[in-house]
Nanobody, 119 residues
Framework: QVQLVESGGGLVQPGGSLRLSCVAS????????MGWYRQAPGKQRELVAT???????NYADSVKGRFTISGDNAKITVALQMNSLRPEDTAVYFC?????????????WGQGTRITVSS
């Protein structure tokens, strides 16, 4: 019922910046939380940052001070500004949204966008 599409991935040099965006489709009536997760080769998916509908944010320790999550509840979009990127940030990044659409609770994931941080 809800589809998410990420954009903004690519190759960036260490210390560089990148901005990810995610747009949702569907008649979402309630949006509880939006977030970004990532999965590096050989590792489990991990939380990067989340933002609740009331604006409360949460970040992984590894990205605090470097990444910033932002969202627009009206347009149902979520973005991730990534600065001072490091090689260990290399991963596939997924956006996630949870809420209610057409009276039914949902949790939807994007297909992922690849970030490679390398010189």
């Amino acid at each position: 019922q809800v589809q998410l599409v990420e954009s903004g991935g690519g190759l960036v040099q260490p210390g560089g910046s990148l901005r990810l965006s995610c747009v949702a489709s569907g008649r979402i009536s309630v949006l509880d939380i939006m977030g970004w997760y990532r999965q590096a080769p050989g590792k489990q998916r991990e939380l990067v940052a989340t933002m609740s509908s009331n604006g409360i944010t949460n970040y992984a320790d590894s990205v605090k001070g470097r990444f910033t999550i932002s969202g627009d509840n009206a347009k149902i979009t979520v973005a991730l500004q990534m600065n001072s990127l490091r090689p260990e940030d290399t991963a596939v990044y997924f956006c996630n949204m949870r809420g209610v659409v057409l009276g039914t609770a949902f949790s939807s994931w994007g297909q992922g966008t690849r970030i490679t941080v390398s010189s």
